[in-house]
């Protein structure tokens, strides 16, 4: 299936490892000239020659601070006109409320909700102007289900979701879209990282608990990244030109409710 994108320029943050990663690869098999944005240079130069040789396509690095304005500047610099913005960042850690600070939740805030929609307000209106335009939001399945440990990202993520759901619906009448992509458990470094740490704290070894953990989902497996980055492809092609300010749930099945 043609997704009708070739050509087209993207925008995709903290694509060097995990989902935005995979992200790049699909949008860029597609033809889609992709500019890739992480805070640390050398993974994100080796993700580049990674997709360069895989797909042939035209990658752009900048390692920078997107929740920073000079990070943004810096992005913008290098894709100044994209027709594909996918906006990601690293969930803040979890933790009992009762011990964050207002630092800490102005910390959550400015990455998970305003810097997306500083990066939104810098591009929506070059797109209604060219008259096409898809925007990604990588959140979490926890915008369905809140996890109370993770308060910070709960509370972040659900104020970008009720911005986007407001905005999405004037943007697409210029074929403009903005939708939501909900990762649950994928086999990222994240992942690892988190199974680890829940190891190492129950005295279990990582494949004890990680087999549990694959075990609890009604697929009895984690997702691919690569099967994220195929849905955020489709959502960025001309035919999803119809699809607005909606939240793609991706878990295996694990939300066990019918909307």
């Not at 098999?29 to 944005?37: A, C, M, S």
């Not at 100044?80 to 803040?92: F, H, R, Y």
């Not at 959550?108 to 209106?125: C, F, H, Q, R, S």
């Amino acid at each position: 299936m043609d997704l009708g994108i070739d050509g087209k320029a993207a925008l995709v943050c903290a694509a060097s490892k995990g989902l935005g990663r995979a992200c790049a690869f699909s949008l860029a098999r597609e033809g889609v000239k992709v500019t890739i944005l992480a805070r640390s240079p050398e993974p994100l130069e080796a993700t580049a020659e990674e997709i360069r040789a895989a797909t042939g396509a035209a990658v752009t690095t900048v390692a920078c601070d997107i929740t920073t304005p000079e990070g943004r500047q810096a992005a913008l610099a290098a894709c100044p006109d994209p027709d594909i913005l996918v906006n990601n960042a690293g969930g803040p850690p979890p933790g009992n409320f009762r011990d964050w600070t207002r630092d800490d939740w102005i910390a959550a805030v400015d990455a998970n909700m305003l810097t997306p929609i500083e990066l939104i307000k810098a591009t929506v209106d070059g797109m209604i102007a060219r008259r096409f335009g898809r925007i990604v939001n990588i959140t979490s399945s926890a915008v369905k289900a809140p996890i109370d440990i993770l308060g910070l990202s709960n509370g972040a993520r659900a104020g970008l979701t009720g911005f986007v759901a407001g905005i999405a619906r004037k943007t697409v009448a210029h074929n403009v879209t903005i939708n939501g992509l909900l990762p649950g458990p994928f086999a990222t470094d994240r992942l690892k990282s988190t199974v680890t740490s829940v190891a190492e704290a129950s005295g279990k070894s990582f494949d004890e608990v990680w087999q549990a953990r694959m075990k609890a989902n009604p697929a009895e497996r984690f997702g691919d990244p690569a099967e994220f980055g195929e849905a955020c492809a489709f959502l960025c092609s001309a035919q999803a030109g119809y699809i607005t300010g909606q939240n793609l749930l991706l878990d295996g099945g694990a939300f066990p409710g019918t909307l």
